[in-house]
């Protein structure tokens, strides 16, 4: 009897169609109810009746302002390097166009370093409490299931998991590099600079995308009456379409209030405990968590030390009696003393060191001979640049070209004294490179050789 069978099997070919025209939403249902997913991905599971998107709005809005501070002062700094001048200071050569931004670093405000890196460090730290309260207040949203019901929205998840991976990253890398924890594979400055362009990238489509929704969820609320409400009298937001609202939330144990001052006050204490870093003076005794120490001893070369003589291998001849400076890039090279350079006409500026690493120093007053006075020496009146090289043999920052405005400012200094008093060997005795405006990096210790372009 085919016909009959044929005729059985009807019904089950016409259901199937039905079903396949129905769309893949309503058969990811019925998967849904038929295999219930696993802990965090069943609807229910979060049950905060804070979460919501007032409150994820709230600190989305903290997060796109300091975010966007880290973004722009990231980029500066990179740019502080000075990268184009010279492969010497480029340490991620194969960056390509994303240096398309680059620019002659300037040499006023003499300050400019250091605020750019104390304010991207610093932000940084703090962003932390709040960094973390916005992936709470959106963690439903990270464990949707089915992962994916369509190419649209494959696309969407594979963007978040830019965004989301690629802000931890760059928080991690951050932080580790901060507290000297050197434990990446390869350098730093690759990982956090190609990490940042990776997050820029979801980062800004993410604004794009989200920020209508923010501000309509922020202005769903007056934080005016949140900060007023207790934790008793603390409801859910009404239903959303965003899915961050509890479909079956608990009873408050925090109320929207109690959780903003959480998280301030995280944010807070990391400020009070870092900024001192960075802002110096009094305040520098405050920096507890601050791994360059609090004392950096006392009298005229009683500032931060970065890395001794001792630790990274110089030997008191190569500073002895013996030392020289030579300068090059002229006719004949030439070769100085100490006792000749203490014979040149000195100035003495008020300048700070900037470690890229986010600490600086209070203006110290440097004594030396100006850059440019000694390219004259060289017979280079007019340099565009000088490569500036360490006795030091081994280890990184052992050389760096300065561009033509950083040579040509006269604070640019080849210091001999600090303070009033001679540098001391961990300073750069018996002569270190100090510039304006420039990342530490720049000033270079224990210089042996000036290398004068045109
Ligand atoms: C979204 C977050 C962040 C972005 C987009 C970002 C971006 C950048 C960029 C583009 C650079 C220059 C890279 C280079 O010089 O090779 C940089 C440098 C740096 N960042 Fe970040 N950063 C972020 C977060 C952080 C955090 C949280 C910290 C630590 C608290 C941090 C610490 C540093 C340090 C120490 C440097 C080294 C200075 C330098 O290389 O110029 N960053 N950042
Ligand atoms: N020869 C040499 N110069 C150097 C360094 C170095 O390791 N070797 N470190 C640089 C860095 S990263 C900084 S922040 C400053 C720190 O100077 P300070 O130790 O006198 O504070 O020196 C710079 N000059
Ligand atoms: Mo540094």
Redesign the pocket.
């Known amino acids: 009897m085919p016909e009959d069978d044929a005729e059985e099997q009807k019904p089950g070919r016409i259901s199937r169609a039905v079903h396949a025209a129905a769309g893949p939403a309503v058969r990811g249902q019925e998967r849904l109810a038929a295999h219930p997913p696993p802990g965090p991905f069943r609807p229910g599971f979060w049950r905060s009746p804070i979460r919501g998107p007032w409150l994820t709005a709230v600190f989305g809005l903290v997060l796109l302002f300091g975010i966007t501070t880290l973004m722009v002062t990231g980029l500066l700094s990179y740019a502080a390097y000075d990268p184009d001048v010279d492969p010497v200071n480029d340490l991620t050569p194969d960056k390509g166009i994303l240096g398309f931004y680059l620019f002659d670093w300037p040499t006023r405000p003499y300050w400019l370093y250091r605020l750019l890196q104390g304010v991207h460090v610093t932000l940084g730290i703090v962003l932390v409490p709040v960094l973390l309260a916005k992936l709470w207040s959106v963690i439903p949203k990270l464990f949707t299931w089915p992962p994916a019901r369509s190419a649209a929205q494959a696309l969407e998840r594979l963007s978040l998991l830019l965004l989301v991976g690629g802000v931890i990253f760059e928080f991690v890398t951050g932080i580790m590099n901060i507290q000297l924890w050197y434990a990446f594979p390869g350098s730093f400055y690759r990982l956090h600079l190609y990490g940042a362009w990776v997050f820029i990238g979801a980062f800004v489509a993410h604004v794009i995308l989200k920020t209508p929704r923010m501000l309509s969820a922020l202005r769903s609320r007056s934080l005016r009456a949140e900060l007023r409400t207790d934790t008793a009298h603390t409801v859910p937001e009404p239903p959303d379409p965003d899915g961050l609202v509890a479909a079956d939330p608990a009873a408050p144990t925090m109320s929207r209030r109690g959780a903003l001052a959480l998280v301030g006050t995280g944010s807070l204490v990391l400020l009070a405990t870092t900024a001192g870093q960075s802002i110096g003076g009094a305040w520098r005794e405050t920096a507890l968590l601050a791994p360059r120490g609090r004392e950096p001893g006392s009298g005229p070369n009683g ?5 001794t003589a001792a630790y ?1 291998g110089i030997t008191p001849e190569q500073i002895g009696p013996a030392w020289r400076l030579r300068l090059s890039g002229g006719p004949a090279e030439q070769t100085l003393s100490r006792e000749d350079l203490l014979a040149m006409p000195l100035s003495t500026h008020a300048l700070p ?1 900037a ?2 690493e986010g600490w600086s ?1 209070d203006d110290q007053d440097w004594t030396g001979v100006p850059l440019l006075r000694l390219a004259e020496l060289a017979g280079v009146p007019r340099p565009s640049a000088v490569l500036v090289q ?1 006795v ?1 043999t081994g ?4 050389a760096t070209v300065l561009a033509g405005n950083q040579v040509r400012d006269l604070r640019s200094l080849l210091a001999l004294r600090v303070n009033g008093a001679d540098l001391s060997a ?3 005795y018996p002569a270190r490179v100090i510039v304006p405006a420039a990342p ?2 720049h ?4 210089v042996g050789r000036l290398t004068f372009r045109t």
Do not use: A, E, M
């Open positions: 500032f931060q030390i970065n890395k990274v060191i470690c890229v120093t360490s030091q280890g990184p920052f052992t961990d300073h750069g530490g990096v000033n270079t210790k224990w």
